[in-house]
């Protein structure tokens, strides 16, 4: 079982539409999350970040942890096609390994 | 924000030839490093761990004499591919830990895409 599982997609939606991505993961002990952006041919940047089980919001992003079910969430509101790139779900493993999911790669129609 | 340069962005090499790759950390300092590698479609696997001042880490199945890490400095981490193989091209993408935003504060170079022919 990978450590960290994301439906690699592709997801295309339309332009305004809400959008959601998803990751599940193995290990009960990770207490950090995160996820990452990334355009073609570029390195990922960080999005968004959480720590433990809840919510966090940043604009029209907002990224939800729950521990119970391991399950970590993103969430796109009014998606713009800016927004299309892969999203890439990762937890912090120990004291600095980052283990990413295989991403998801998502379009937005105009 | 924190900002790491790598260079170059991409590289066409010949089989048997070494290349290397280079990773800074612009605006702060870096005592780890990491080196990952990403087939298309795919996701970031860490290759290995870079320590400035001593030796890199690998991860299982990554081989070491193949895949050179150097870090001298707390600005610097190289990757050389050394004899490199048409299987050895790939997007490889560095990252640097800022330990001033703590346990999210990792940074990535704009990758380098090989192609060895």
């Known amino acids: 079982q990978k450590e960290v599982e994301q439906d690699p997609g592709p997801l295309s939606v339309p332009e305004g539409a809400i959008v959601s991505l998803n990751c599940t993961y193995s290990?009960?002990?990770?207490?950090?999350f995160m996820w990452y952006r990334q355009y073609s041919r570029k390195g990922p940047e960080l999005l968004m970040y959480t720590y433990s089980s809840g919510n966090k919001e940043d604009g029209r992003f907002t990224a939800q942890v729950d521990k119970s079910s391991k399950y970590i969430s993103l969430f796109i509101r009014d998606s713009q096609p800016s927004d299309s790139a892969t999203y890439l779900c990762?937890?912090?493993?120990?004291?600095?390994?980052?283990?990413f999911g295989q991403g998801t790669r998502l379009t937005i129609n105009p | 924000g924190a900002v790491v340069s790598q260079h170059p962005s991409w590289v066409i090499c010949k089989s048997g030839t070494s290349v290397k790759i280079e990773c800074r950390s612009l605006d702060f300092q870096a005592t780890t490093m990491f080196w990952y590698r990403q087939f298309p479609k795919q996701s970031l696997m860490l290759m290995a761990t870079s320590n400035e001042g001593s030796k890199a880490t690998y991860e299982q199945g990554v081989e070491k004499d193949k895949f050179l890490i150097n870090h001298a400095s707390l600005t610097l981490s190289t990757l050389t591919v050394t004899s490199a193989h048409p299987e050895d091209s790939s997007f490889y993408i560095c990252?640097?830990?800022?330990?001033?935003?703590?346990?999210?504060?990792?940074?990535f170079g704009s990758g380098t895409r090989l192609t060895v022919v």
């Open positions: 290990n009960s002990a990770f207490q950090y």
């Open positions: 990762a937890v912090l493993q120990g004291a600095q390994k980052l283990v």
């Open positions: 990252s640097a830990r800022d330990l001033r935003t703590g346990n999210y504060g990792y940074t």
